[in-house]
């Protein structure tokens, strides 16, 4: 994610920093898909999804009604994945457009271009810093989600 700049090479600043809370995401993440969405969700839509192809008396319309069906706990999951993480990226993104406009209005004022990196990069750290702390209350928001989609 590039949260733009300021106009003077803070998009590197940016993206380095902005690296921390994405390593928390994979990592933090990284086991919902595993656990809940591989195992339970997809093997369920999967074995449902056959059961439907074998139904011999069935026409073409309703095996195909039937194996949508099966897929819509897995679509629902990953909506609910999709929609946390696009939450938590907007939520960073906000913050560090604020530091982009305190750093801009900074440069507009007359502050020197050292001082005004300096302070972007303290904002930005502490944007990445604040935020980071989230994951694990989202995760654990997901995982349930996620876990009572699966029953």
């Known amino acids: ?3 733009g700049s300021v106009g003077f090479g803070f998009v590197l600043l940016q993206a380095t920093a ?3 809370p994405s390593l928390w995401l994979h990592r933090a993440c990284n086991p919902i898909p595993a656990s809940i969405l591989s195992h339970s969700l997809q ?3 999967f074995r449902c999804s056959a059961g439907c192809c074998e139904n011999n008396t069935a026409s073409m319309q309703q095996v ?3 194996i949508e069906r099966c897929h819509a706990p897995l679509a629902q999951a990953q909506a609910v994945v999709t929609k946390e993480l696009e939450r938590f990226q907007d939520r960073l993104a906000r913050c560090t457009m604020h530091c982009n406009d305190k750093a801009k209005d900074s440069l507009d004022s007359g502050s020197k271009e050292q001082q005004v990196k300096q302070q ?3 904002c930005v750290t502490k944007c990445v810093d604040d935020h980071v702390h989230l994951i694990p209350s989202m995760t654990k928001k997901m995982k349930e989600t996620l876990a009572a989609i699966a029953q």
């Open 120 to 122: 972007l990069e303290s």
């Open 64 to 66: 195909h009604h039937c």
């Open 1 to 3: 994610m590039c949260i």
């Open 43 to 45: 093997g369920n839509m």
């Open 18 to 20: 902005l690296e921390k």
